[in-house]
């Protein structure tokens, strides 16, 4: 029994030693116990290799502008453990961790004894979210991030009134396969018999996967670009403006404050989704609260300015798709600048194909390492680059401190790479 919110989180992150072990028995065998929880939830599944955040960030929005209670899982966090399960983005107390952990934890010792053996980090937070939106807090609806897949996932367990597939991109190719198609099926994994699915992949041999994945259990597929439209696509000072066309209605000049071309298509997903709930499921969504959520939604660590003057911003850009995006944003956004360049990744990414991408907008690029098991260290990063002012550094906090001493107006300082490295940047930054 975990008395402490402390003793409750390393009990959780003791979890970590058992690695990723994709599968549902582990899953179905701790909801049986628990009463079934994860029936009881209103859901959407939201998965996909990018933007799955931000599109569940934006839906978030919309439906408590018009109102709604809403809860939500997401991974990893940026501030603290406790945002992963949040209501109306407010991140469940430290309290109800230590319940939730004294729920789980028996569960957990007892199907370490069987032959399923013990449920993963993922599988324990995930059990923990059915829990409490299933018996201790009840929402009007649920938005569920996957964690790594989407077929064999932790929570590929529910039926949801609507899955969301934001994109198909390569990452975690060790376990979800190395073609577009192959990961694709895995995303796939979570389009349920009859329930539709909204989705923003582009390439032929993925869609394709989606469609036929969906066709087969008589699904509906609503594809971006086909279904629903973006155009009128202008960037401005503070963000993205944009008009989308969806089936059901057309929105003209939206506006978003995260930045990029990227965040307007995980925009025009959460306004599809939106639209479906509220034709098909009663949702009442006026357009001035579908307006307003989406001129309010913030994702903490993606292109999020910490300083104006100098600027500093940091980004977790931990893919090669998610590198693409930050390249493609800071050209738009930034093309007068003189990038500096902070990079500290993992090391089981696709870092060849990542960094060169990086170099092509960097004044100066310098690699580091974080306190992190799988953290690429400084040198390994840098073997990749072959930008003539590359630099490696031990100590990124002197190179932050250094930075904002900067005077002159056309620096514009970048940190990336990691999502775990940029919640310790943001955490320093702050204060």
């Given amino acids: 029994m975990a008395n402490t919110y402390t003793e409750a989180v390393n009990w959780i992150h003791g979890r970590l030693k058992l690695g990723i072990k994709p599968g549902l028995k582990r899953m179905e065998w701790m909801l049986e116990r628990l009463g079934r929880p994860e029936r009881r939830l209103k859901a959407v599944h939201v998965a996909g290799t990018n933007g799955k955040g931000s599109t569940v960030c934006f839906l978030r929005h919309i439906l408590q502008e ?99 597939i934001t994109n198909v991109s390569y990452d975690h190719m ?6 577009l198609s192959a990961i694709a099926f895995e995303k796939a994994g979570i389009i349920k018999a009859g329930i539709p699915v909204i989705t923003g992949v582009e390439q032929d041999e993925a869609l394709s ?35 989308v066309s ?54 903490l660590g993606r292109f999020e300015k910490m300083n104006d003057d100098p600027l500093i911003i940091i980004d977790g850009a931990h893919n090669e798709a998610g590198v693409q995006s930050l390249v493609e944003t800071v050209k738009t956004h930034y093309p007068d600048r003189d990038v500096h360049l902070l990079v500290a990744a993992l090391a089981d990414k696709p870092l060849d194909k990542m960094i060169p991408q990086l170099s092509r907008i960097a004044k100066t690029i ?61 955490k320093f930054l702050k204060n």
């Fill in 366 to 426: 310098t690699f580091t390492s974080f306190d992190f098991p799988r953290a690429a260290t400084a040198e390994q990063l840098a073997q990749l680059c072959k930008h003539q002012n590359k630099t490696c550094c031990t100590d990124w906090k002197q190179w932050l401190t250094d930075a904002k001493k900067s005077t002159n107006d056309r620096d514009l300082f970048l940190i990336t790479g990691s999502l775990y490295f940029i919640s310790d940047v943001r």
């Fill in 246 to 299: 969806t089936i059901f209605a057309n929105y003209p000049n939206l506006t978003i404050s995260m930045f990029g071309a990227h965040q307007v298509k995980n925009a025009a997903l959460a306004v599809m989704a939106a639209d479906y709930l509220r034709v098909y499921y009663s949702f009442i969504i006026e357009e001035e609260a579908l307006r307003n959520g989406l001129a309010k939604a913030q994702w």
């Fill in 209 to 243: 996967v989606i469609q036929e994945k969906a066709k087969e259990v008589k699904a509906k597929v609503y594809v971006l670009g086909n279904d629903f439209v973006v155009n009128n696509v202008a960037s401005f000072g503070h963000g993205e403006r944009f008009s």
């Fill in 174 to 179: 060790n376990i979800l396969g190395e073609t």
């Fill in 66 to 164: 018009a109102g709604y209670s809403v809860g939500t899982f997401t991974s990893p966090y940026v501030e603290q453990f406790n945002e992963r399960i949040s209501v109306n983005g407010v991140p469940i107390s430290d309290e109800e961790i230590v319940q939730l952990v004294n729920v789980i934890q028996p569960l957990a010792e007892e199907l370490e004894q069987s032959e399923l053996g013990g449920p993963t980090e993922f599988e324990v937070i995930t059990a923990m979210m059915f829990y409490y939106f299933g018996k201790m807090n009840v929402q009007d609806i649920v938005i569920i991030e996957a964690g790594l897949g989407g077929r064999l996932d932790s929570t590929n367990v529910i039926y949801p009134l609507l899955s969301v």
